[in-house]
């Protein structure tokens, strides 16, 4: 009964940026951290940036400083800001909302969530 939707992947150019904008839809009447991890091919799935729906964020080491997450709590919606893009960046994100709480119809559930995921990929 919840689903995210992810969108602004694609291909850039290294030094280039993308936006990465995750909506959550359902009848959904709280989320408690949103986030976004992402999968190169043949490596472990791996936090990018979370945020809580207080605004606290945190980073993976590899992207601090270039990477911005925020979130529209109004709109259950994360977004992700990436600069200064390098081919290591090259994988498929995923958005994650973590303690989502919904009404599914027979009562309020709590679950966590996972999106399709996006492909970022960066030239060289």
């Known amino acids: 009964q919840v689903q995210l939707v992810e969108s602004g992947g694609g291909l850039v150019q290294a030094g280039g940026s993308l936006r990465l904008s995750c909506a959550a839809s359902?009848?959904?009447?709280?989320?408690?951290?949103m986030g976004w991890y992402r999968q190169a091919p043949g490596k472990q799935r791996e936090l990018v940036a979370g945020?809580?729906?207080?605004?606290?964020?945190n980073y993976a080491d590899s992207v601090k400083g270039r990477f911005t997450i925020s979130r529209d709590n109004a709109k259950n919606t994360v977004y992700l800001q990436m600069n200064s893009l390098n081919p290591e960046d090259t994988a498929v994100y995923y958005c994650?909302?973590?303690?989502?709480?919904?009404?599914?119809?027979?009562?309020?559930?709590?679950?966590?969530?996972w999106g399709q995921g996006t492909q970022v990929t960066v030239s060289s």
């Open positions: 994650n909302a973590d303690g989502v709480r919904y009404y599914s119809g027979t009562g309020v559930r709590r679950d966590d969530y």
């Open positions: 359902g009848r959904i009447f709280s989320i408690n951290t």
């Open positions: 945020i809580t729906s207080g605004g606290s964020t």
